[in-house]
């Protein structure tokens, strides 16, 4: 057995790695200056302290993004050096986000062992490549995101770090063949046990879904189906439950070989990036000749997102958690028994919250992220909950889930369909979303994202737009002046949160104009970028009038786009005169 010592590796503190609930991303570059990741990963397992590092069982794996793999080897390296036990890692450094959540929850190691948290190697949605983009970020024992208190810690350690430690005479472990290898250190032995990367997930699926009624779907005549995973993670998930278990053609799969640069493409599921799939699926500039398959879905980089469609017809992502939740009880064994209440994130559309109150369940609104949804689900209160940002989820994990997503949007075809498999006129996508409108009510939404804009310039557009909500007669005055239709702004405000499970409060979450038909204008920072910041601007228009509910959707929202754009001074502060991004 290969005996490894213990080196003191002095360095000195780098600026800027203060982690998110995303954890902490940059460029390559950045990651692979010497003793850059090693400094991250000594200031997470100080935070974390040692009597819960010393004899831990941790998870390392990611999407497989550049870098991955020599990361996982430094990582391994470092955890035997700090006294941790077993490092468990997916064959081949993959596993999606939502698979190390349920790694970490459900999956018991060959000896017994149980997970204590992990490293989740991804930058999510992020491009990937030398000169692209790599993150890291930590998850706790519930399998979600390290809550900010730990955090915190982890970014005040990278402050004031002097040395690391890591294992010397430890060889590069062959994580790309299944099996346990064992070594010897100071504190005893030391495993680092390389599992399939498919296998609890896929179990953790069947317990949830009715398998067999999905596979009757796909197997049906009249049904045809189609998945974009990007070149990403989901790519090893997708084979294994849509071609091997529920029979789907292997055809059907686009872009399923996972890659370190994602393909040369942005592994981010919306109709601007997904664009091979929404060529297929019928809604792209171009005529496709072919006849488009009745049902798309696409992921991102680790899998975790997802952005559904049918045929020539996008469901928003705020519609789908809302339809979702309406079906889930009769369409999703795992709910049979009831939801216990919804959550949404704020800037996503209140479609959730009708259906919320029209069956009469708990309804929340968190800021945006996921360890706000973790925090009810560990209590308790909360079964199906979702962002506008293309992710969907329910209590079997504590990450977003996009494969889980797309088999839920399954079932509730499936369900739809039982008595017309056999060649009979199919429930269509577009048919429950029509329908669904015609019972609650329809959100019109959409989002403009201005990405790496000047972050001085995007601070000072925040700051004018919390001026003025100061004084809404101002406001509703310019507004009067931009469209006249537009409805008047009833409130105003800097959305703040009190987290009823913890009782902590998280401000400055989203700047709000909320109108009084219901409509709503929303500006937030995002803070998944790795340089420059994020502006993304969320417009939503409600109508309960079920004649109304089948505009084009950025025809009927125009208006409210207009009073964004020019309220916001937008081209003034940013020079920017269009959205990268429109979803």
Sequence with gaps: MVVFQVARVETTPFDGQKPGTSGLRKKVKVFTQPHYLHNFVQSTFYALGADKVRGATLVVSGDGRYYSKDAIQIIIKMAAANGVRRIWVGQNG?????????????????????????????????????????????????????????????????????????????????????????????????????????????????SIFDFESIRKLLSSPNFTFCYDALHGVAGVYAKRIFVEELGAEESSLLNCVPKEDFGGGHPDPNLTYAKELVARMGLGKTNNESEPPEFGAAADGDADRNMILGKRFFVTPSDSVAIIAANAVEAIPYFSSGLKGVARSMPTSAALDVVAKHLNLKFFEVPTGWKFFGNLMDAGMCSVCGEESFGTGSDHIREKDGIWAVLAWLSILAYKNKDNLGGGKLVTVEDIVRQHWSVYGRHYYTRYDYENVDAGGAKDLMAHLVKLQSSLGEVNEIIKGICSDVSNVDRADEFEYKDPVDGSISKHQGIRYLFEDGSRLVFRLSGTGSEGATIRVYIEQYEKDSSKTGRDSQEALAPLVEVAIKLSKMEAFTGRSAPTVIT
């Design 94 to 206: 993959l596993l999606s986000t939502p698979a190390v959540s349920a790694v970490i929850r459900d999956r018991v190691g060959h000896d017994g062992s149980k997970a204590n948290g992990g490293f989740i190697l991804t930058a999510s949605h992020n491009p990937g490549g030398p000169h692209e983009d790599f993150g890291i970020k930590y998850n706790m024992e519930n399998g979600g995101p390290a809550p900010e208190s730990v955090t915190d810690k982890i970014y005040e350690n990278t402050k004031t770090i002097k040395e690391y430690l890591i294992a010397e005479g430890l060889p590069d472990v062959d994580i790309s063949t299944v099996g346990v290898s064992s070594f010897t250190g100071p504190e005893g032995q030391f495993d680092v046990d390389v599992f399939d990367s498919t296998t609890d997930y896929v179990k953790l699926m069947k």
